[in-house]
């Protein structure tokens, strides 16, 4: 629970709502508990024709200190609290309604209307209050995620990550929004009604009582089961969501190489390992409901038992007993709920615990205590006895030492995998090095503010990422920045002429990784992102390597304006 109970503390700030929500859940009970004790007048009277009926010169039993039997004492404690009511209630409405049998239907007629009056809002007001702790859980988790470094989501695989984000958290909502309506009003439903049969009938409740105990062991065996089977399903699917992720993303590589039975093969594989085990899952899902109505099944035949020997010895009428069958059953129906949602909560905790695996992971590159604001990078960028791995088994750097003088610019050239785009990302530090001293501006990178140190830096990489946004949210990066400012970028990038030529001009969407664009276009807009952030650290990580002639033409041409003036690495 407890991971569960830190989903609910997120929920602390739409407290209005829950309060909304059991204020109305108690006004439902209320009504309910209110509707069943109707039935004990309508019973008795009504079709038993018993001894308070009218032939005998009294009122119906809904009159204060009715009585079943001449002689006996009225109803005391919240059944007769109950009665009063009901023949206030009565008496007012027979200035509308001529008999009183009619009377007391209308009044159970009221009751249902007011108590399903108040469970619409109590349910309106909790799924305000799910929907709105979900909404602000699935933003924790996005800005945990994007204070993560690279190392974080090379061991998290991004499939899993959405599986996190979309299902987990679905799960979590389930129990939150959709069941938790069912919890707290269950709750406060089972303890008004056994009060209610209490004040009926001490004796058959507490037989009820010792008899209820015996349904929460199965329960409780089951709810254990279906935790460690719904917390297998769950890592299926994050499997199974990673390799549809990494298909989709590279379908162009799978369906050239042929590789399309080999991921069918490896996707099925998932699928199937997900179906068992959510297959498991759900059968013990399926056994609870059945196990829970064959032991209410024998709790109702045996509290029937009971109750016939209490009718006999004159302690309680059929209406009585109508009423209290109705209450029980009454009460029954949320347990039932309760222990649904009992599962589902197991279910949930699995998946919050998920969730807060990554809300709560460590950021491994953050800013020092004492960390300093970059003011200029004037002492250009130096590399000073570097080491570097990313695995801790492997370097890929060895005591390095390289210098970049400011408004100067530096190519590194050599095969793949010798750490040349590794260099360009330990300058923005989206690794610390192992051993040695990066420094910009004459500081180490790791007593810079993150933030300070990336507003400095303009990257321009080979895989250019684009957001499913318009061109110029693309350039601009989100910031409010005037037209003019992003024109005279896109012209000094090569890109104004295409841009305008797009279907909307710069509010053109351009798709899923700029998927809508051509792989020259998108570079180009990379560049006028670069050139509109006008940083004066400028990376260039191959950003002309996969361009047809044409494009890296233009390219290169957008490249030579960015460079000036500006402290380069070229790789």
């Known amino acids: 629970m407890r991971n569960f109970l830190r989903v609910l503390g997120v929920a602390r700030r739409h407290l209005v709502w829950l309060g909304v929500s059991l204020v109305s859940m108690v006004l439902v009970a209320a009504a309910t508990v209110f509707a069943y004790n109707l039935i004990r007048p309508i019973y008795d009277e009504v079709l038993r024709g018993g001894p308070a009926a009218t032939s005998q010169g009294r009122t119906m039993a809904v009159q204060p200190g009715t009585v079943e039997k001449p002689g006996k004492p009225g109803k005391t404690g919240l059944v007769g609290r109950l009665d009063r009511l009901s023949h206030r209630a ?19 007629f009221l009751a249902i209307v007011v108590k399903n009056g108040f469970t619409f809002l109590s349910r309106y007001a909790v799924a305000r209050l799910g929907l709105s702790t979900i909404r602000d859980l699935r933003n924790q988790i996005f800005d945990a995620l994007l204070r993560q470094s690279p190392r974080f989501f090379h061991s998290m695989p991004s499939g899993v990550l959405v599986a996190r984000v979309v299902n987990d958290v679905r799960l979590i909502h389930e129990a939150l929004a959709e069941r938790f309506a069912d919890l707290i009003q269950g709750s406060i439903t089972v303890v008004v009604l056994l009060v209610y049969v209490f004040s009926l009938n001490s004796r058959l409740a507490l037989v009820t009582l010792v008899v209820a105990p015996l349904l929460l062991a199965p329960v409780v065996h089951l709810a254990r089961r279906f935790r460690r089977r719904s917390r297998q399903s769950q890592e299926r699917m994050g499997d199974l969501t990673a390799i549809l992720g990494e298909t989709l993303r590279g379908i162009r590589i799978v369906q050239a190489f042929g590789m399309e039975d080999v991921q069918a093969r490896r996707f099925r594989r998932a699928t199937h390992r997900h179906y068992w085990a959510n297959l498991k899952a759900r059968t013990i899902q399926a056994a609870n409901a059945p196990i829970m109505e064959i032991l209410g ?28 069958l109705i209450a029980v059953y009454g009460a029954y129906t949320p347990l039932k709920r309760l222990n649904n949602f009992n599962l589902i909560l197991q279910q949930a905790e699995v998946a919050a615990e998920r969730v807060f695996t990554i809300v709560d992971a460590p950021v491994e590159i953050g800013d020092a205590p004492d960390a300093v604001e970059l003011d200029d990078v004037r002492g250009g960028v130096e590399l000073d006895g570097v080491w570097f791995a990313y695995d801790d088994e492997r370097w890929v750097l060895e005591d390095l030492d390289l210098q970049i003088p400011d408004g100067r610019t530096l190519a590194i050239v050599g095969p793949s995998g010798a750490g040349k785009s590794t260099v360009a990302e330990l300058i923005p530090r989206f690794w610390d090095v192992q051993r040695g001293t990066v420094r910009v501006g004459g500081i180490d990178v790791r007593r ?17 990422i684009l957001f499913a946004t318009t061109v110029r949210e693309n350039i601009t990066c989100g910031r409010d920045v005037p037209q003019a400012e992003v024109e005279a970028a896109a012209r ?47 990376l260039l990580d191959e950003a002309t390597s996969s361009l047809d002639t044409e494009s890296e033409r233009l390219v290169q041409r957008a490249l030579d304006r960015l460079m000036e003036g500006r402290t380069s690495l070229v790789i």
């Open 90 to 108: 009565t008496a007012a409405l027979q200035r509308f309604v001529p008999r009183q049998r009619n009377a007391v239907l209308v009044l159970v």
């Open 297 to 324: 099944t024998v709790a109702a035949m045996g509290l029937i038992g009971y109750a016939s020997m209490e009718i006999s010895a004159g302690r309680m009428t059929l209406g009585d007993f109508s009423a209290f």
């Open 492 to 538: 000094a990038a090569q890109a104004h002429e295409f841009i305008v030529a797009l279907p909307d001009g710069y509010d053109t969407e351009v798709g899923e990784g700029g998927a809508l664009l051509s792989g020259g276009q998108r570079q180009r807009i990379a560049i006028a992102r670069a050139l509109l952030k006008d940083a004066p650290l400028l």
């Open 448 to 464: 810079l503010r993150l933030a300070s140190l990336r507003a400095k830096i303009a990257l321009v990489t080979q895989d250019t």
